[in-house]
């Protein structure tokens, strides 16, 4: 009796444990090479914060709060570095692979079709990019192949679980629920088992959701711009995500997103004639969530979506890829079909592996903020005022500040660094300057990205006027500076050293080392100096990366030591 029940278990698990290893590595290689993006700093900005005020600090955004919730105790359990925060989307994406694997074949009855759909989004550069971000959209995914697999299993205690879960974590979980209602509607008849356990695990769903909507819906903030309805781009852009893996420049793409769509759609009407209601339930699933995305673009919506980008539409994978492997199974179990078939797949998975080596070719470390705020913490000691202004990028300031230590140096005198932020509007910027620096003779400025806020020119004009900027440093796009009331104040004299926190470099990046006042870095290659720099006083060095530069392995020299890295995609000397 234990041989049988274990033996189906064992050969899902010798289908499944390959697919879940290939998933792994495609996620987990270089997972940590690429600096956060705005989002992801905000996901740990967030989730350091208290858990009442992040709670709070959540109900004014525009994702419920789960998701915040569980890396607020990941990132205490695990840090905060890259690696470390986008660790947890990795572990979840897996999760979500293996629910894929078990939904499928509870919706097909085919261990084929669930083989299928499970290597599909594991290998899918979709699903791969957001199972690498650190924000909730992995999660979402998880919980909503868990609420399509507790349907179609008739489980209703892990229906509510799930659903509430779902709804938890990404707002458009209340799309899916309407997936589940309007296909029961549909198939009333034929679906009159477990009828009113359903219908009180939405109610339950319903009920249970309502008292944090309650809660956070008056403080939700709206969006003030211009909501635009455009339901062609938004099948366009879902067509082009789940086929291809891309949301930008979309008419490149038309050809492949054409074929692999109408192949797609061709084993779904194959499908559709072996069985009708899992088919059905995928075919709800793929087009209905645009058009009610691009719905909620309409303007006289409060809480519209003014602008549709690819992570609206990946809380609906689970859908999109049963049908995958219903399709093909579909076209594989007919004799005449099958060569085509197999040879179709096999293409497409070719294609996906493509895919992920371009892209993770394109993934890699740029050095946007992480010497930036290593310098301003060596510059600094405990008694400084910072203060920094940014056109929004408020959270990465924090994460890379927060940072400092971890994993780039930090002058032990500067602990904790207690940075203001400037605010970045005002009717009347002179008031508001005098407001902010009243009885202050002597701060530093951090510059975020000055160049996209219309009021830094006024805000910058007005500390000129009032006071001496003694000591800068660009930083790219950013930039460091001293200020103080008397001119001849004295210019940081430290003798620390950080180090280029970058190993690979492309043209138009800047290597960074910061030096004390008259050492000499010189940038070398093949034994010669290719580059060299020297100041007068303590410097974040940036050595420009110009496309004539060879590729290969270069090195920043000062005295003793060198720090190596290489440069790559680069071109020829013209002529060479």
């Excluded at 058009?291 to 409060?302: E, H, Q, T, Y």
Aim: net charge positive; with cysteine; proline share 5%.
């Amino acid at each position: 009796m234990t041989k049988n029940i274990a033996s189906p278990f064992i050969k899902h698990a010798k289908i499944l444990a390959p697919i879940l290893l290939l998933a792994f590595y495609v996620r987990a290689d270089n997972v940590g090479n690429w600096p956060v993006r705005w989002d992801e700093a905000f996901s740990v900005w967030e989730a350091q914060m208290d858990f009442v005020v992040g709670t709070r600090f959540t109900a004014q955004d525009v994702h419920p709060p789960l998701y915040f919730w569980l890396l607020h105790v990941w990132a205490r359990l695990a840090g905060s570095s890259e690696i470390a925060i986008r660790g947890l989307s990795v572990l979840l994406s897996l999760s979500t692979v293996a629910v894929i694997y078990l939904l499928t074949l509870r919706m097909s009855k085919q261990r084929l079709a669930a083989a299928i759909a499970a290597v599909l989004i594991a290998v899918s550069p979709f699903h791969i990019e957001w199972s690498q971000d650190a924000r909730n959209y992995s999660l979402a995914m998880l919980f909503v192949s868990l609420v399509v697999y507790a349907y179609w299993s008739w489980r209703a205690r892990l229906l509510v679980i799930s659903g509430l879960g779902m709804m938890l974590t990404h707002y458009f979980g209340a799309i899916v629920i309407g997936i589940l209602v309007l296909h029961r509607f549909i198939y009333w008849r034929e679906l009159q088992y477990g009828r009113r356990r359903f219908f009180q695990a939405v109610a339950a769903i319903a009920a249970l959701f309502a008292l944090w909507a309650l809660y956070a819906f008056p403080l939700i903030r709206r969006d003030p711009s211009f909501a635009t309805f455009q339901p062609v781009f938004a099948y366009q852009l879902t067509a082009t995500l789940f086929t291809v893996g891309k949301d930008t420049h979309l008419d490149s793409y038309i050809l492949p997103v054409l074929l692999i769509s109408a192949i797609y759609f061709f084993g779904l009407l194959l499908a559709w004639r072996d069985s009708r209601l899992p088919t059905a339930f995928v075919l709800l699933g793929c087009l209905l969530p645009a058009a009610v995305v691009s719905a909620l673009a309409l303007p006289f919506i409060p809480l519209h979506v003014n602008a549709l980008q690819a992570r609206h539409y990946s809380v609906f994978a689970p859908f999109v890829f049963a049908g995958y492997g219903i399709g093909f199974a579909a076209m594989l179990k007919r004799g005449r079909l099958r060569p085509a078939a197999a040879v179709i797949l096999v293409g497409l998975l070719v294609f996906y592996g493509a895919l992920i080596r371009t892209r993770a070719d394109a993934r890699y470390f740029r050095d946007d903020y992480r010497s930036m705020m290593a310098a301003i913490a060596a510059l600094t000691d405990q008694n400084d005022l910072v203060f920094f202004t940014s056109v929004g990028r408020k959270p990465v300031v924090y994460y890379h500040l927060g940072r400092v230590g971890y994993d780039v140096p930090r002058n032990s005198r500067a602990e904790p660094i207690n940075v203001i932020g400037i605010p970045r509007k005002s009717d009347d910027v002179a008031a508001m300057m005098r407001r902010v620096f009243a009885g202050i003779p002597r701060f530093w400025l951090i510059e975020i990205e000055a160049h996209h806020d219309e009021q830094h020119d006024a805000r910058t004009n007005w500390l000129n006027a009032n006071y001496h900027r003694i000591y800068h440093i660009d930083v790219g796009w950013n930039a460091i500076s001293l200020f103080s009331s008397d001119e001849n104040d004295g210019i940081p004299n430290i003798d620390t050293l950080i180090p280029p926190v970058i190993s690979e470099a492309r043209p138009g990046d800047q290597v960074r080392i910061g030096v004390p006042a008259g050492v000499r870095v010189d940038l070398v290659h093949s034994g010669q100096v290719v580059d060299s720099m020297i100041a007068d006083s303590w410097m974040l060095h940036q050595f420009d990366v110009y496309a004539y530069y060879f590729n290969g392995r270069y090195e920043l020299r000062v005295a003793d030591e060198s720090y190596p890295f290489v440069i790559t995609h680069s071109r020829e000397f013209p002529g060479g």
